[in-house]
Structure formats: structure tokens, C-alpha cells
């Protein structure tokens, strides 16, 4: 039987390297952007508002999570930025996390999703994007297996944009459907009922299987103003939906607590009575390691220009447990770079682009540029991910990539079948897959490394990532390519046709420019989160543990009877 040896990856960093420290004063000052404003995200419409959730003697969205969590230095939050920089209604507001908070953290040591409304942001209201939101934490339940976490304080639909959150496939019902699916599954939901639920802030609970509710929650498919004009009955929502009513009457809870704390505490038992994780099981007699080199070089590592190239290596050496990795077909498709490692004791396989200068497999003359992708990588991505998802490997994928590789060469080749091979293999992959856009995310590239369209458990991107069709030199020069010669310099018959032509060129860059940003991605959910490469690491071991904590749930196979061994 073949034995994988892993052997060291990565080396050693020049801290005085010119190189290395314009890099780390670059990713520095956007991480410092990204700090800041994930700060003004954590604080919802502010002070004031945090106040008035005080006097109600409730807590806080955040204060509730950090309660419930093992380690509040641990949580993992994911489209925090939804609806980053978006305005509402003819006063302009903001709805900060998109009025929800969703995350991974583990309780009792298990990992669970987490999903609280943030009731400091107009009462846990619904916004556009918020049911989409709930939905994608929803999903992540439901192909991981672990159970989810509701903590409901949600006064329905922000009425004057319900247009955009109510209807459609994956408008405010779906969540229900989600819950529906869940609970179908056998994948445990526990809610916990904490403030103002309405209407849709009400149906959201139902259906876990336990419901706890506090003496400040009351649930109601209409509140007491809506009641009394349509009824004309002088009764408050506590009267209609309180604690007292859905456990004593109802049934639709199964417990009334005094408070947050309480409910807290409850949730935090039900949490114990579930399995045990089994990554120590899947770890066999390995343990988790750190990697050899410190995460906290990756901000010194990914260059400040899109231009500039890195060796993938060193970034691989600095997310895997004792920077060890076997690595796979070597020789071929050097553009990509495929193979197994461990992190946090758990095997992961890993598919990266490559973004080194190396030399043509067909003709020793030549040179080709890394970060694009050529037949032979592509080749060799569709085996390589195909055999992971045969055993049951977790997928990692390290997008830094340009796009497909064009011209004679490329269509002679047949390159646009061997890509739809390729996609065909991740669209019904069943093994889970996180991709991390690195920097460039560009063109059909972008898809076949397993982006957002094919359904990973999380897309992660840094402060420096681009994702667009291709770069805005690019695709200007594309818009205007019958005004320019074979060396790409402006043909015109007088300097007001080139001056038309030079600023409507400058007009498609700076708008792709701007496109490109993470921050607009990650607000209309194009992105589930932007982290600074230094918490890449934080991801992944999450990732692995989530991938191997419910045991049954997915394929995993024995590393003894690896499909792999058919191919070294």
C-alpha cells in the first residue's frame, strides 16, 4: 500500500527584503481601512440605539453571542459587509451587517452557525439582502451538518423597501424553506426568542426544535398596531404573543426564561447534548499543528502590485500544520500547483494558481506567465479535484488567477472544452470546498477555481483582491480596439478624436477600477468575507473542523483506500 510523505514547503522570510516591507506598509494601511470599518459595522446605528436596547434590560446582538461562545476571540463572522455603503428610504439610512449577524463559533466545543438579529439596527428589521443573508448561513448548516443557532429579535420587514426583501426565490420565505430543509435533514436548530419578533421575525423559530423565549420576547404573526386597527382590540403584543402564551397555550415554544442570561445558559445545554466532534477521531494519531512559519508574514508576501508575482509556496507553508505538503503531479500543468496537507490535524487538499515565470512543456525556447491557466493546468485541476472529492477531501482553493489562456494555441488545444470538463467536475462536487481569492479573480478563470457561482461553503477574499471580468486596461483596449493599432496606441485624424477616445478609456478604467473593490463585491454578496491574509489560517481551521465534526454526514474515506493511490 503507497504511504504519502509530506515534505517541508516554504522557507525562511527577508524581513529587510525592499520588497517584503512595501508590501507590509501597503496591506497595512488597508488592513487599518478594514479594522476601521468593521468597527463601524459592529456598532449598528451606534450608541444611542445600543442604549435603548439597555433600558429594556436586554442585551446587545454581539453581547448575546459573546455570552454563548467558548472563546469571543474565536468567532468567525461571515457577509458582514452586505449592504456596505447602501442607503434606504428617502432619509438615507444604513443598515449596518445587513441588520443580522451571522457567524461560526464554537459552544461546548462544537461548532455551530450562528445567526442574531442585530437589535440595534431599526429593532433587528429585515432589509434588502437580509433574507439572503439568512439564507447563505443557512446553507452552510445544511451541507456542514452542524447545528444552527438563532437568536431572534426581529421586528419584520423594514416596510418602506419590503419590495426588496419580500418576494422572489430567495425573498424572506425561503428562510422558512430553509428551516423546512434543516429540520428535514436531522440537523439540529435551537432558537432562542429575545425580543420583538413579527411576522417573519416570528415563523423564523418555529420550526427549531427547541424554542426558548424570554419575559421581553413576544411572538406574532401581527403586532399589537397592526391589531388594533384591523380588530380594534387594545391589547399589547405581549398580550397577543408573549412567553406566557406560546409555552403555556400554544405550544410554538418549549420554554419561558427570566432573561438574555438565562436563555443563553439554556441554549448552551441543548448545545452540550449533542454529539461530540469527531475531528480527533479523523485525526487518527496525529494532532494539530501549527505551521512552521508565522501567518503573520502572509502581509508581507502578497505583493502591492497586481503586476508583481509571488511564489505560492510561501503562502501554502504559512496556512499548513508544520508546513508540510505532498505535492502532486509536479512536473506537470506548472501553472497550478495540487496537493494534500493537514491543518489543525485534518487532511485538505489544496489547488492554487501558480504565479511563476516558467518554461513551455511543447517548446524549451519559450517562457509562459504563471496566475493563467493553460491546458496541462487545467488537466491537471480536474483530476486532482476529482480524486479529493472520490475520497472525500476537503477542497482549498487559492485563486490568483488572470483568466484562460488565449489565442491559436489556446483553440487548437481545445482549452474551452477542457474547462467545461473542469466545470462540470465542481458543479456536482459533493466533498466541500472554500475557495480565497488571494488577489486577482478574473475572467472564466475565476469560475473554474471554483468561485461563488459554484457554490463553495465560504468565499474569502483580502483587502487586496480584484474580482472582474478582467483588469480595466484590458477591457478598455477590448471597447475600443477599432481605434487602436496592432501595439495598442490610438489611432485618430486630429487630437479632439484622441483626447474623445484617451478619456472614454480612462472612463471604462476607472469604472472597472472601482468594480474591483472587495467592499462592493462583499455588499451585494459576492463575496462572503474580507479577512487580512494574517486570519486566513483562522478560516481554514474552521473550515477543516466543520468539514470533519459530524460523523455520517458526508463521504470520507478510510486514507488506506485513497482513489488517489490509482494515480501516484
Not at 411572538?219 to 399589537?224: E, L, P, R
Not at 475600443?480 to 480612462?506: F, P, R, S, V
Amino acid at each position: 500500500m503507497p504511504k504519502l510523505i509530506l515534505q517541508p514547503i516554504g522557507e525562511a522570510l527577508n524581513y529587510e527584503d525592499p520588497l517584503y516591507k512595501k508590501n507590509i506598509e501597503f496591506i497595512q494601511k488597508k488592513e487599518q481601512e478594514l479594522i476601521s470599518y468593521r468597527k463601524n459595522i459592529h456598532d449598528g446605528w451606534g450608541y444611542e440605539y445600543q442604549q435603548r436596547v439597555k433600558n429594556k434590560k436586554k442585551l446587545t446582538a454581539h453581547e448575546r453571542i459573546y455570552a454563548l461562545v467558548d472563546d469571543a476571540n474565536e468567532i468567525l463572522y461571515f457577509n458582514t459587509f452586505t449592504n456596505f455603503g447602501y442607503e434606504f428610504s428617502e432619509d438615507k439610512k444604513t443598515s449596518p451587517n445587513a441588520g443580522v449577524i451571522s457567524a461560526l463559533a464554537k459552544v461546548n466545543n462544537r461548532w455551530v452557525v450562528i445567526i442574531a438579529n442585530d437589535n440595534t439596527v431599526a429593532s433587528g428589521s429585515w432589509w434588502p439582502n437580509t433574507p439572503q443573508k439568512i439564507i447563505r448561513a443557512q446553507e452552510f448548516a445544511l451541507k456542514t451538518g452542524i447545528a444552527v443557532v438563532y437568536l431572534v429579535d426581529c421586528s419584520g420587514l423594514f416596510l418602506p423597501k419590503q419590495a426588496d426583501a419580500y418576494p422572489g426565490k430567495y425573498g424572506a420565505g425561503h428562510i422558512f424553506k430553509m428551516n423546512s430543509l434543516l429540520s428535514q435533514r436531522g440537523i439540529p436548530q435551537i432558537a432562542g426568542v429575545c425580543g420583538d419578533c413579527i411576522a417573519g421575525g416570528g415563523y423564523m423559530p418555529i420550526i427549531s426544535d427547541k424554542v426558548f423565549m424570554t419575559n421581553q420576547a413576544y411572538m406574532v404573526i401581527a403586532g399589537a398596531a397592526l391589531i388594533s386597527q384591523a380588530k380594534s382590540q387594545n391589547i399589547s403584543s405581549h398580550d397577543i404573543g408573549g412567553s406566557h402564551v406560546h409555552v403555556n397555550i400554544s405550544n410554538c415554544a418549549d420554554e419561558q426564561v427570566i432573561d438574555d442570561e438565562a436563555m443563553i445558559s439554556r441554549i448552551k445545554e441543548e448545545v452540550n447534548k449533542l454529539p461530540q466532534s469527531a475531528n480527533c477521531y479523523y485525526r487518527g494519531n496525529f494532532f494539530a499543528s501549527l505551521p512552521k512559519y508565522s501567518v503573520d508574514e502572509l502581509d508581507g508576501l502578497l505583493p502591492f502590485s497586481p503586476k508583481e508575482s509571488y511564489e505560492i509556496e510561501q503562502v501554502i507553508a504559512r496556512l499548513v500544520d508544520d508546513s508540510l505538503f505532498y505535492e502532486y503531479e509536479k512536473e506537470q500543468g506548472k501553472e497550478v500547483i495540487c496537493g494534500l496537507a493537514k491543518i489543525s490535524g485534518l487532511w485538505v487538499g489544496i489547488l492554487a494558481n501558480n504565479q511563476k515565470l516558467f518554461e513551455h512543456p511543447y517548446d524549451k525556447s519559450k517562457k509562459r506567465p504563471g496566475g493563467i491557466l493553460y491546458k496541462e493546468g487545467v488537466q491537471k485541476l480536474s483530476r486532482f479535484s476529482r480524486i479529493l472529492n472520490d475520497d472525500g477531501i476537503p477542497m482549498i482553493w487559492l485563486q490568483d488567477v488572470s483568466g484562460f489562456d488565449v489565442g491559436l494555441e489556446a483553440e487548437k488545444q481545445g482549452l474551452l472544452s477542457y474547462g467545461s470538463n473542469l466545470i462540470h467536475g465542481i458543479s456536482n462536487y459533493s466533498a466541500p470546498m472554500i475557495t480565497i481569492l488571494l488577489r486577482k479573480a478574473s475572467g472564466a478563470g475565476y469560475y473554474a477555481m471554483a468561485g461563488m457561482p459554484y457554490e463553495p461553503l465560504l468565499q474569502i477574499a483580502t483587502p487586496i483582491s480584484r474580482l472582474a471580468v478582467m483588469e480595466g486596461q484590458t477591457l478598455a483596449a477590448g471597447a475600443y480596439h477599432t481605434k487602436l493599432d496592432d501595439a495598442g496606441n490610438i489611432m485618430a485624424a486630429n487630437q479632439e478624436e484622441y483626447d474623445k477616445i484617451a478619456q472614454g478609456m480612462k472612463n471604462i478604467i476607472d469604472t472597472i477600477e472601482k468594480d474591483m473593490n472587495p467592499y462592493k463585491a462583499a455588499a451585494q454578496m459576492d463575496i462572503d468575507e474580507i479577512v487580512m491574509p494574517k486570519e486566513l489560517r483562522k478560516y481554514l481551521v474552521a473550515f477543516s473542523e466543520i468539514c470533519y465534526q459530524t460523523i455520517s454526514f458526508r463521504n470520507i474515506k478510510n486514507p488506506r483506500i485513497w482513489s488517489i493511490f490509482d494515480h501516484i
